[in-house]
């Protein structure tokens, strides 16, 4: 996989007595270990793990040589270093992957799904926060991801053909239940009970933004949401964006 990246085995010692070593701190530096922490590197290589790492390995930045004449100790030779691959897109520097490279898929990473409506042709039209174009023509319904932060792989960064779209890796579902099960909790506005059990919000309670299913902007705040017999049957997902175990956004479902 490290070679797959562009390094060069006889360069980086991944041939002789210390080759585990050598290439083992590459790849941990190039993120080849990442959800792999607990891994034995020593012991066989299960399919699972070895799909994490061509998967983590697709995702890296690719590396070449560049190449210096060195005359500090009286003779010349040339001096190879590692820098990493970018490309200009739209005036801005970016690392080339190997999944853009082998590929042309760019990962748009970070973003909130905010809205999908279906088409005629049973695929997707996928909204994302912000000011990037709609994503069209896409295969899935993503609907269980609404509100969460995404990562969407994308073909020559054409919002016209979508490979997948899944959760980032600092967004999560924290609680779900129905708006008659939230309460608050006594003396203190920082978090929210779901059947008698605690979570804790980014803000108060009233600062916590509850957009209603395929709404791009916010409904309202999460305490209007509590011990409300208007939303009391609505379906309702509490949300960490961050990764900080805390709610910092909610998405209702009104029941109908």
Known sequence: LLVSLGYKADLEGFTGNAWATNVNVIATQRGLYEDLETMDTNAALTRDNAAQMIWNALKATEVEYKYTLDGSNGNLSSKAQVVDKTRIQNGTEKDVTMLFDKYSVDIVEGVVLTKISADDKGTYTVTIDGQREPFTKVEKDYSELMGQKVDVLVKDNNSAKVFGIYANEDSSVVATGICDD???????????????????????????????????????????????????????????????????????????
């Open 182 to 256: 939230l309460d608050t909790v006594s003396g203190n506005n920082q978090k929210v009970k779901v059947d008698s059990t605690e979570y804790k919000t980014e803000g108060a309670l009233s600062t916590i933004d509850v957009y209603e299913f395929n709404s791009t902007s916010a409904d309202g705040k999460l305490s209007a949401y509590i011990n409300n017999k208007a939303v009391a049957p609505y379906s309702i997902k509490l949300i960490d964006n961050n990764g900080d175990g805390k709610i910092d956004r909610a998405v209702a479902v009104p029941f109908t």
